[in-house]
């Protein structure tokens, strides 16, 4: 009995000894700096029914009941990114993806998308995702892997709505940080 009570003992000890060093590396984690670093603008032109030529996003699914802020529907988008804030500016990539409201109380998005390079510059992508909580100032999006000149990359991309014309149109600055490049 006695040894076995020893026995316990010691592997408690060895769990707790284990786990205070997890917890100590843990708060020891630095914030590196970014490998990679660029801004994008992200414009997004809601199609309205006869501006085919124009618009770059439209409304696959409508809003349900649910609230008074849009829970439910779903953009799906193929958005031009340029290097400046002006729309008719060449794109450098494209965003390929969705966003759907999805809070009961407020304005509230989830993006999922793909920034597709496809140029003599840059070749690859950026697959990120994220919640878009619109009140806030600026919000964050992981980049959860790449392929091509981004092979196997992770980041973050920090958002900034810059503009919005009703559902028409809007505007996001887009700052892509990689902290894994290869
Ligand atoms: C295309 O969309 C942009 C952004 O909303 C707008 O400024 C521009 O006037 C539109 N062009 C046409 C031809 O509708
Ligand atoms: C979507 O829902 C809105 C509000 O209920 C309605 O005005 C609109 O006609 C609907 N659009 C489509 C494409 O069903
Ligand atoms: C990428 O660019 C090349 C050369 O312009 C073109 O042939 C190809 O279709 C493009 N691919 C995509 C996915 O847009």
Same mark, same amino acid.
């Given at each position: 009995?006695?040894?076995?009570?020893?026995?316990?003992?010691?592997?408690?000890?060895?769990?707790?000894?284990?786990?205070?060093?997890?917890?100590?590396?843990?708060?020891?984690?630095?914030?590196?700096?970014?490998?990679?670093?660029?801004?994008?603008?992200?414009?997004?032109?809601?199609?309205?029914?006869?501006?085919?030529?124009?618009?770059?996003?439209?409304?696959?699914? /409508?809003?349900?009941?649910?609230? +008074?802020?849009? $829970?439910?529907?779903?953009? *799906? &988008?193929?958005?031009?990114? #340029? @290097?400046?804030?002006?729309?008719?500016?060449?794109?450098?990539?494209?965003?390929?993806?969705?966003?759907?409201? /999805?809070?009961?109380?407020?304005? +509230?998005?989830? $993006?999922?998308?793909?920034? *597709? &390079?496809?140029?003599?510059? #840059? @070749?690859?992508?950026?697959?990120?995702?994220?919640?878009?909580?619109?009140?806030?100032?600026?919000?964050?999006?992981?980049?959860?892997?790449?392929?091509?000149?981004? $092979?196997?990359?992770?980041?973050?991309?920090?958002?900034?709505?810059?503009?919005?014309?009703?559902?028409?149109?809007?505007?996001?600055?887009?700052?892509?940080?990689?902290?894994?490049?290869?």
């Amino acid at each position: 009995m006695a040894h076995f009570v020893v026995k316990s003992c010691f592997i408690l000890f060895l769990f707790l000894v284990i786990s205070q060093s997890a917890l100590a590396t843990k708060k020891t984690l630095k914030q590196r700096a970014p490998c990679k670093q660029f801004t994008l603008y992200y414009h997004d032109n809601a199609f309205t029914g006869n501006d085919v030529d124009n618009a770059t996003s439209a409304i696959v699914i /409508n809003e349900t009941k649910l609230g +008074n802020f849009k $829970f439910g529907k779903m953009y *799906v &988008f193929d958005d031009p990114m #340029t @290097k400046d804030e002006n729309f008719r500016s060449p794109p450098v990539a494209r965003a390929q993806g969705f966003y759907f409201y /999805n809070m009961k109380t407020d304005y +509230n998005a989830w $993006f999922a998308y793909t920034l *597709v &390079f496809n140029s003599t510059v #840059t @070749k690859g992508t950026l697959n990120i995702m994220g919640a878009d909580i619109m009140a806030a100032e600026t919000r964050d999006f992981s980049v959860v892997g790449g392929t091509g000149d981004f $092979f196997m990359t992770r980041g973050i991309v920090t958002i900034r709505t810059q503009t919005f014309e009703g559902a028409k149109y809007f505007r996001l600055k887009m700052d892509v940080k990689l902290y894994e490049c290869y």
